[in-house]
């Protein structure tokens, strides 16, 4: 019962924020999930976890249980058997607990572009991006009845690193931190700390390194 309430009271404050300000459209789609015939799964969490919702307008509300759908690019919030997929124009940052820390996700990192990123990290001259990725994959497949199509969810994960040129797909390999950051130091900082890119927090340690090359005359 007082989930139901607060869904509710969520939507409710949803609508009485878009009829102040027409522009951004805090309407909430609430519907029901359907497993459909797409095997696999779209979100990002294994297990929805709880988090903080943000508005555009800087108000903030504790969440039940949320996740990231990675192919309809939304955050959704699950309620008694029920998904609320969050307006990505009224809502620009969202923090999900991970253990005892917080991971944080925004959108309009670059003007008005609405899809969200995990920021790893924030900089002075670069930021270091995370995002995951969902694509229905077909193919084609026999069995007693003939030839058939089968779907299922390709999930992946991209980093990017955002600059003052915008969004670039990283490459995790010590050559690219060396080019990218315009330093040769930066590939030595790596080797001689034995770091690991595949791993987030070697490859955030290495950027924020690298971050204090990049606009540097003299590397």
Not at 1 to 25: A, E, N, R
Not at 80 to 105: D, F, Q, S
Not at 205 to 213: I, P, S
Request: aromatic share 16%; charged share 35%.
């Amino acid at each position: 019962m007082i989930k139901t309430i607060w869904c509710v009271i969520f939507l409710l404050v949803g609508t009485l924020g878009y009829s102040q300000d027409q522009f951004y459209d805090t309407t909430n789609q609430s519907f029901s999930r359907k497993t459909g015939d797409v095997k696999g799964t779209p979100y990002e969490f294994e297990n929805w976890k709880k988090g903080y919702v943000f508005t555009i307008k800087g108000d903030s509300m504790l969440t039940a249980m949320i996740n990231y759908n990675g192919y309809s690019k939304l955050f959704e919030i699950k309620e008694e058997g029920n998904y609320i997929a969050l307006n990505e124009k009224y809502h620009n940052k969202i923090k999900i607990r991970n253990g005892y820390a917080y991971e944080t996700y925004k959108n309009r990192l670059v003007g008005s572009d609405l899809e969200y990123y995990q920021v790893l990290y924030e900089g002075e001259n670069v930021s270091l991006l995370k995002r995951h990725e969902v694509k229905i994959k077909e193919r084609g497949e026999s069995n007693y009845a003939g030839s058939v199509k089968s779907k299922k969810y390709k999930n992946s994960t991209v980093y990017y690193l955002l600059d003052e040129e915008g969004y670039k797909e990283l490459n995790r390999k010590d050559k690219f931190f060396e080019k990218y950051f315009r330093s040769k130091k930066v590939k030595k900082f790596i080797k001689d700390n034995k770091l690991k890119l595949k791993k987030d927090m070697d490859l955030i340690k290495a950027v924020e390194y690298g971050d204090t090359f990049r606009n540097a005359e003299d590397n």
